[in-house]
């Protein structure tokens, strides 16, 4: 386990488009999807096999997302990123008005925690945390929130079964039904049922999003 670097979101803030240079474009409220790695890897003749795991395709797929957003007059950019804080790290949180740290109850998920959160400070980046299979340790769960600060943590995401049941569905868990059966329609028309770990994914998200509306 790990903290990883899940959602460097870019969200709008006074006086600036959140999606980088250039007018902003008006909103539809949806956030833009991002190529695959092979769509990344091949958007530029230069790129090498070193290339596609260093900084520089984390900046091409972020030009890459600001284009297409403006193009769709998306609102958001959602940007996964790798765990640590190497250079296709920082590459991914350049520009991001927020970070989602998603850490698990382990002592390398609680080093790697305080490695991001000191990254987010050094950039001046806000940074929330969420704890991802936080019932496997509780204890170790309640240390990554201390750490973390309080005011700083958006949810607690349970282990869940359901998670491995939906991925072999080729879904998104918050796709599901109670029971981590096929839902039958996209997640924004479920706000409330289906598996724990979705409802817990639902409430961080909310929380994420209100954090961004304070920017």
Do not use: Y
Request: charge should be negative.
């Amino acid at each position: 386990g790990c903290a990883t670097l899940l959602g460097s979101v870019l969200g709008p803030q006074p006086g600036r488009s959140p999606l980088g240079p250039g007018p902003a474009a008006p909103s539809s409220g949806k956030p833009t999807s991002l190529p695959t790695h092979e769509e990344a890897a091949g958007m530029s003749s230069e790129s090498t096999t070193t290339e596609e795991n260093s900084g520089k395709l984390a900046a091409l797929v972020r030009e890459h997302a600001a284009r297409v957003a403006r193009e769709q007059e998306r609102e958001l950019i959602i940007t996964d990123g790798p765990p640590g804080v190497g250079c296709p790290v920082i590459s991914s949180v350049t520009g991001a008005d927020m970070i989602l740290v998603v850490s698990e109850p382990t002592q390398s998920g609680l080093h790697d925690l305080d490695r991001v959160l000191d990254l987010a400070g050094h950039f001046g980046i806000p940074a929330l945390v969420a704890v991802n299979k936080a019932d496997i340790n509780p204890e170790l769960a309640e240390r990554i929130e201390e750490r973390a600060g309080k005011e700083r943590v958006v949810g607690r995401i349970p282990f869940d079964t359901a998670v491995t049941a939906a991925q072999l569905r080729k879904q998104a868990v918050v796709e599901c039904a109670a029971g981590g059966s096929a839902a039958g329609g996209p997640a924004a028309e479920q706000p409330t049922g289906g598996p724990a770990s979705a409802r817990s994914i639902r409430a961080v998200w909310q929380a994420v999003s209100r954090a961004l509306a304070e920017l």
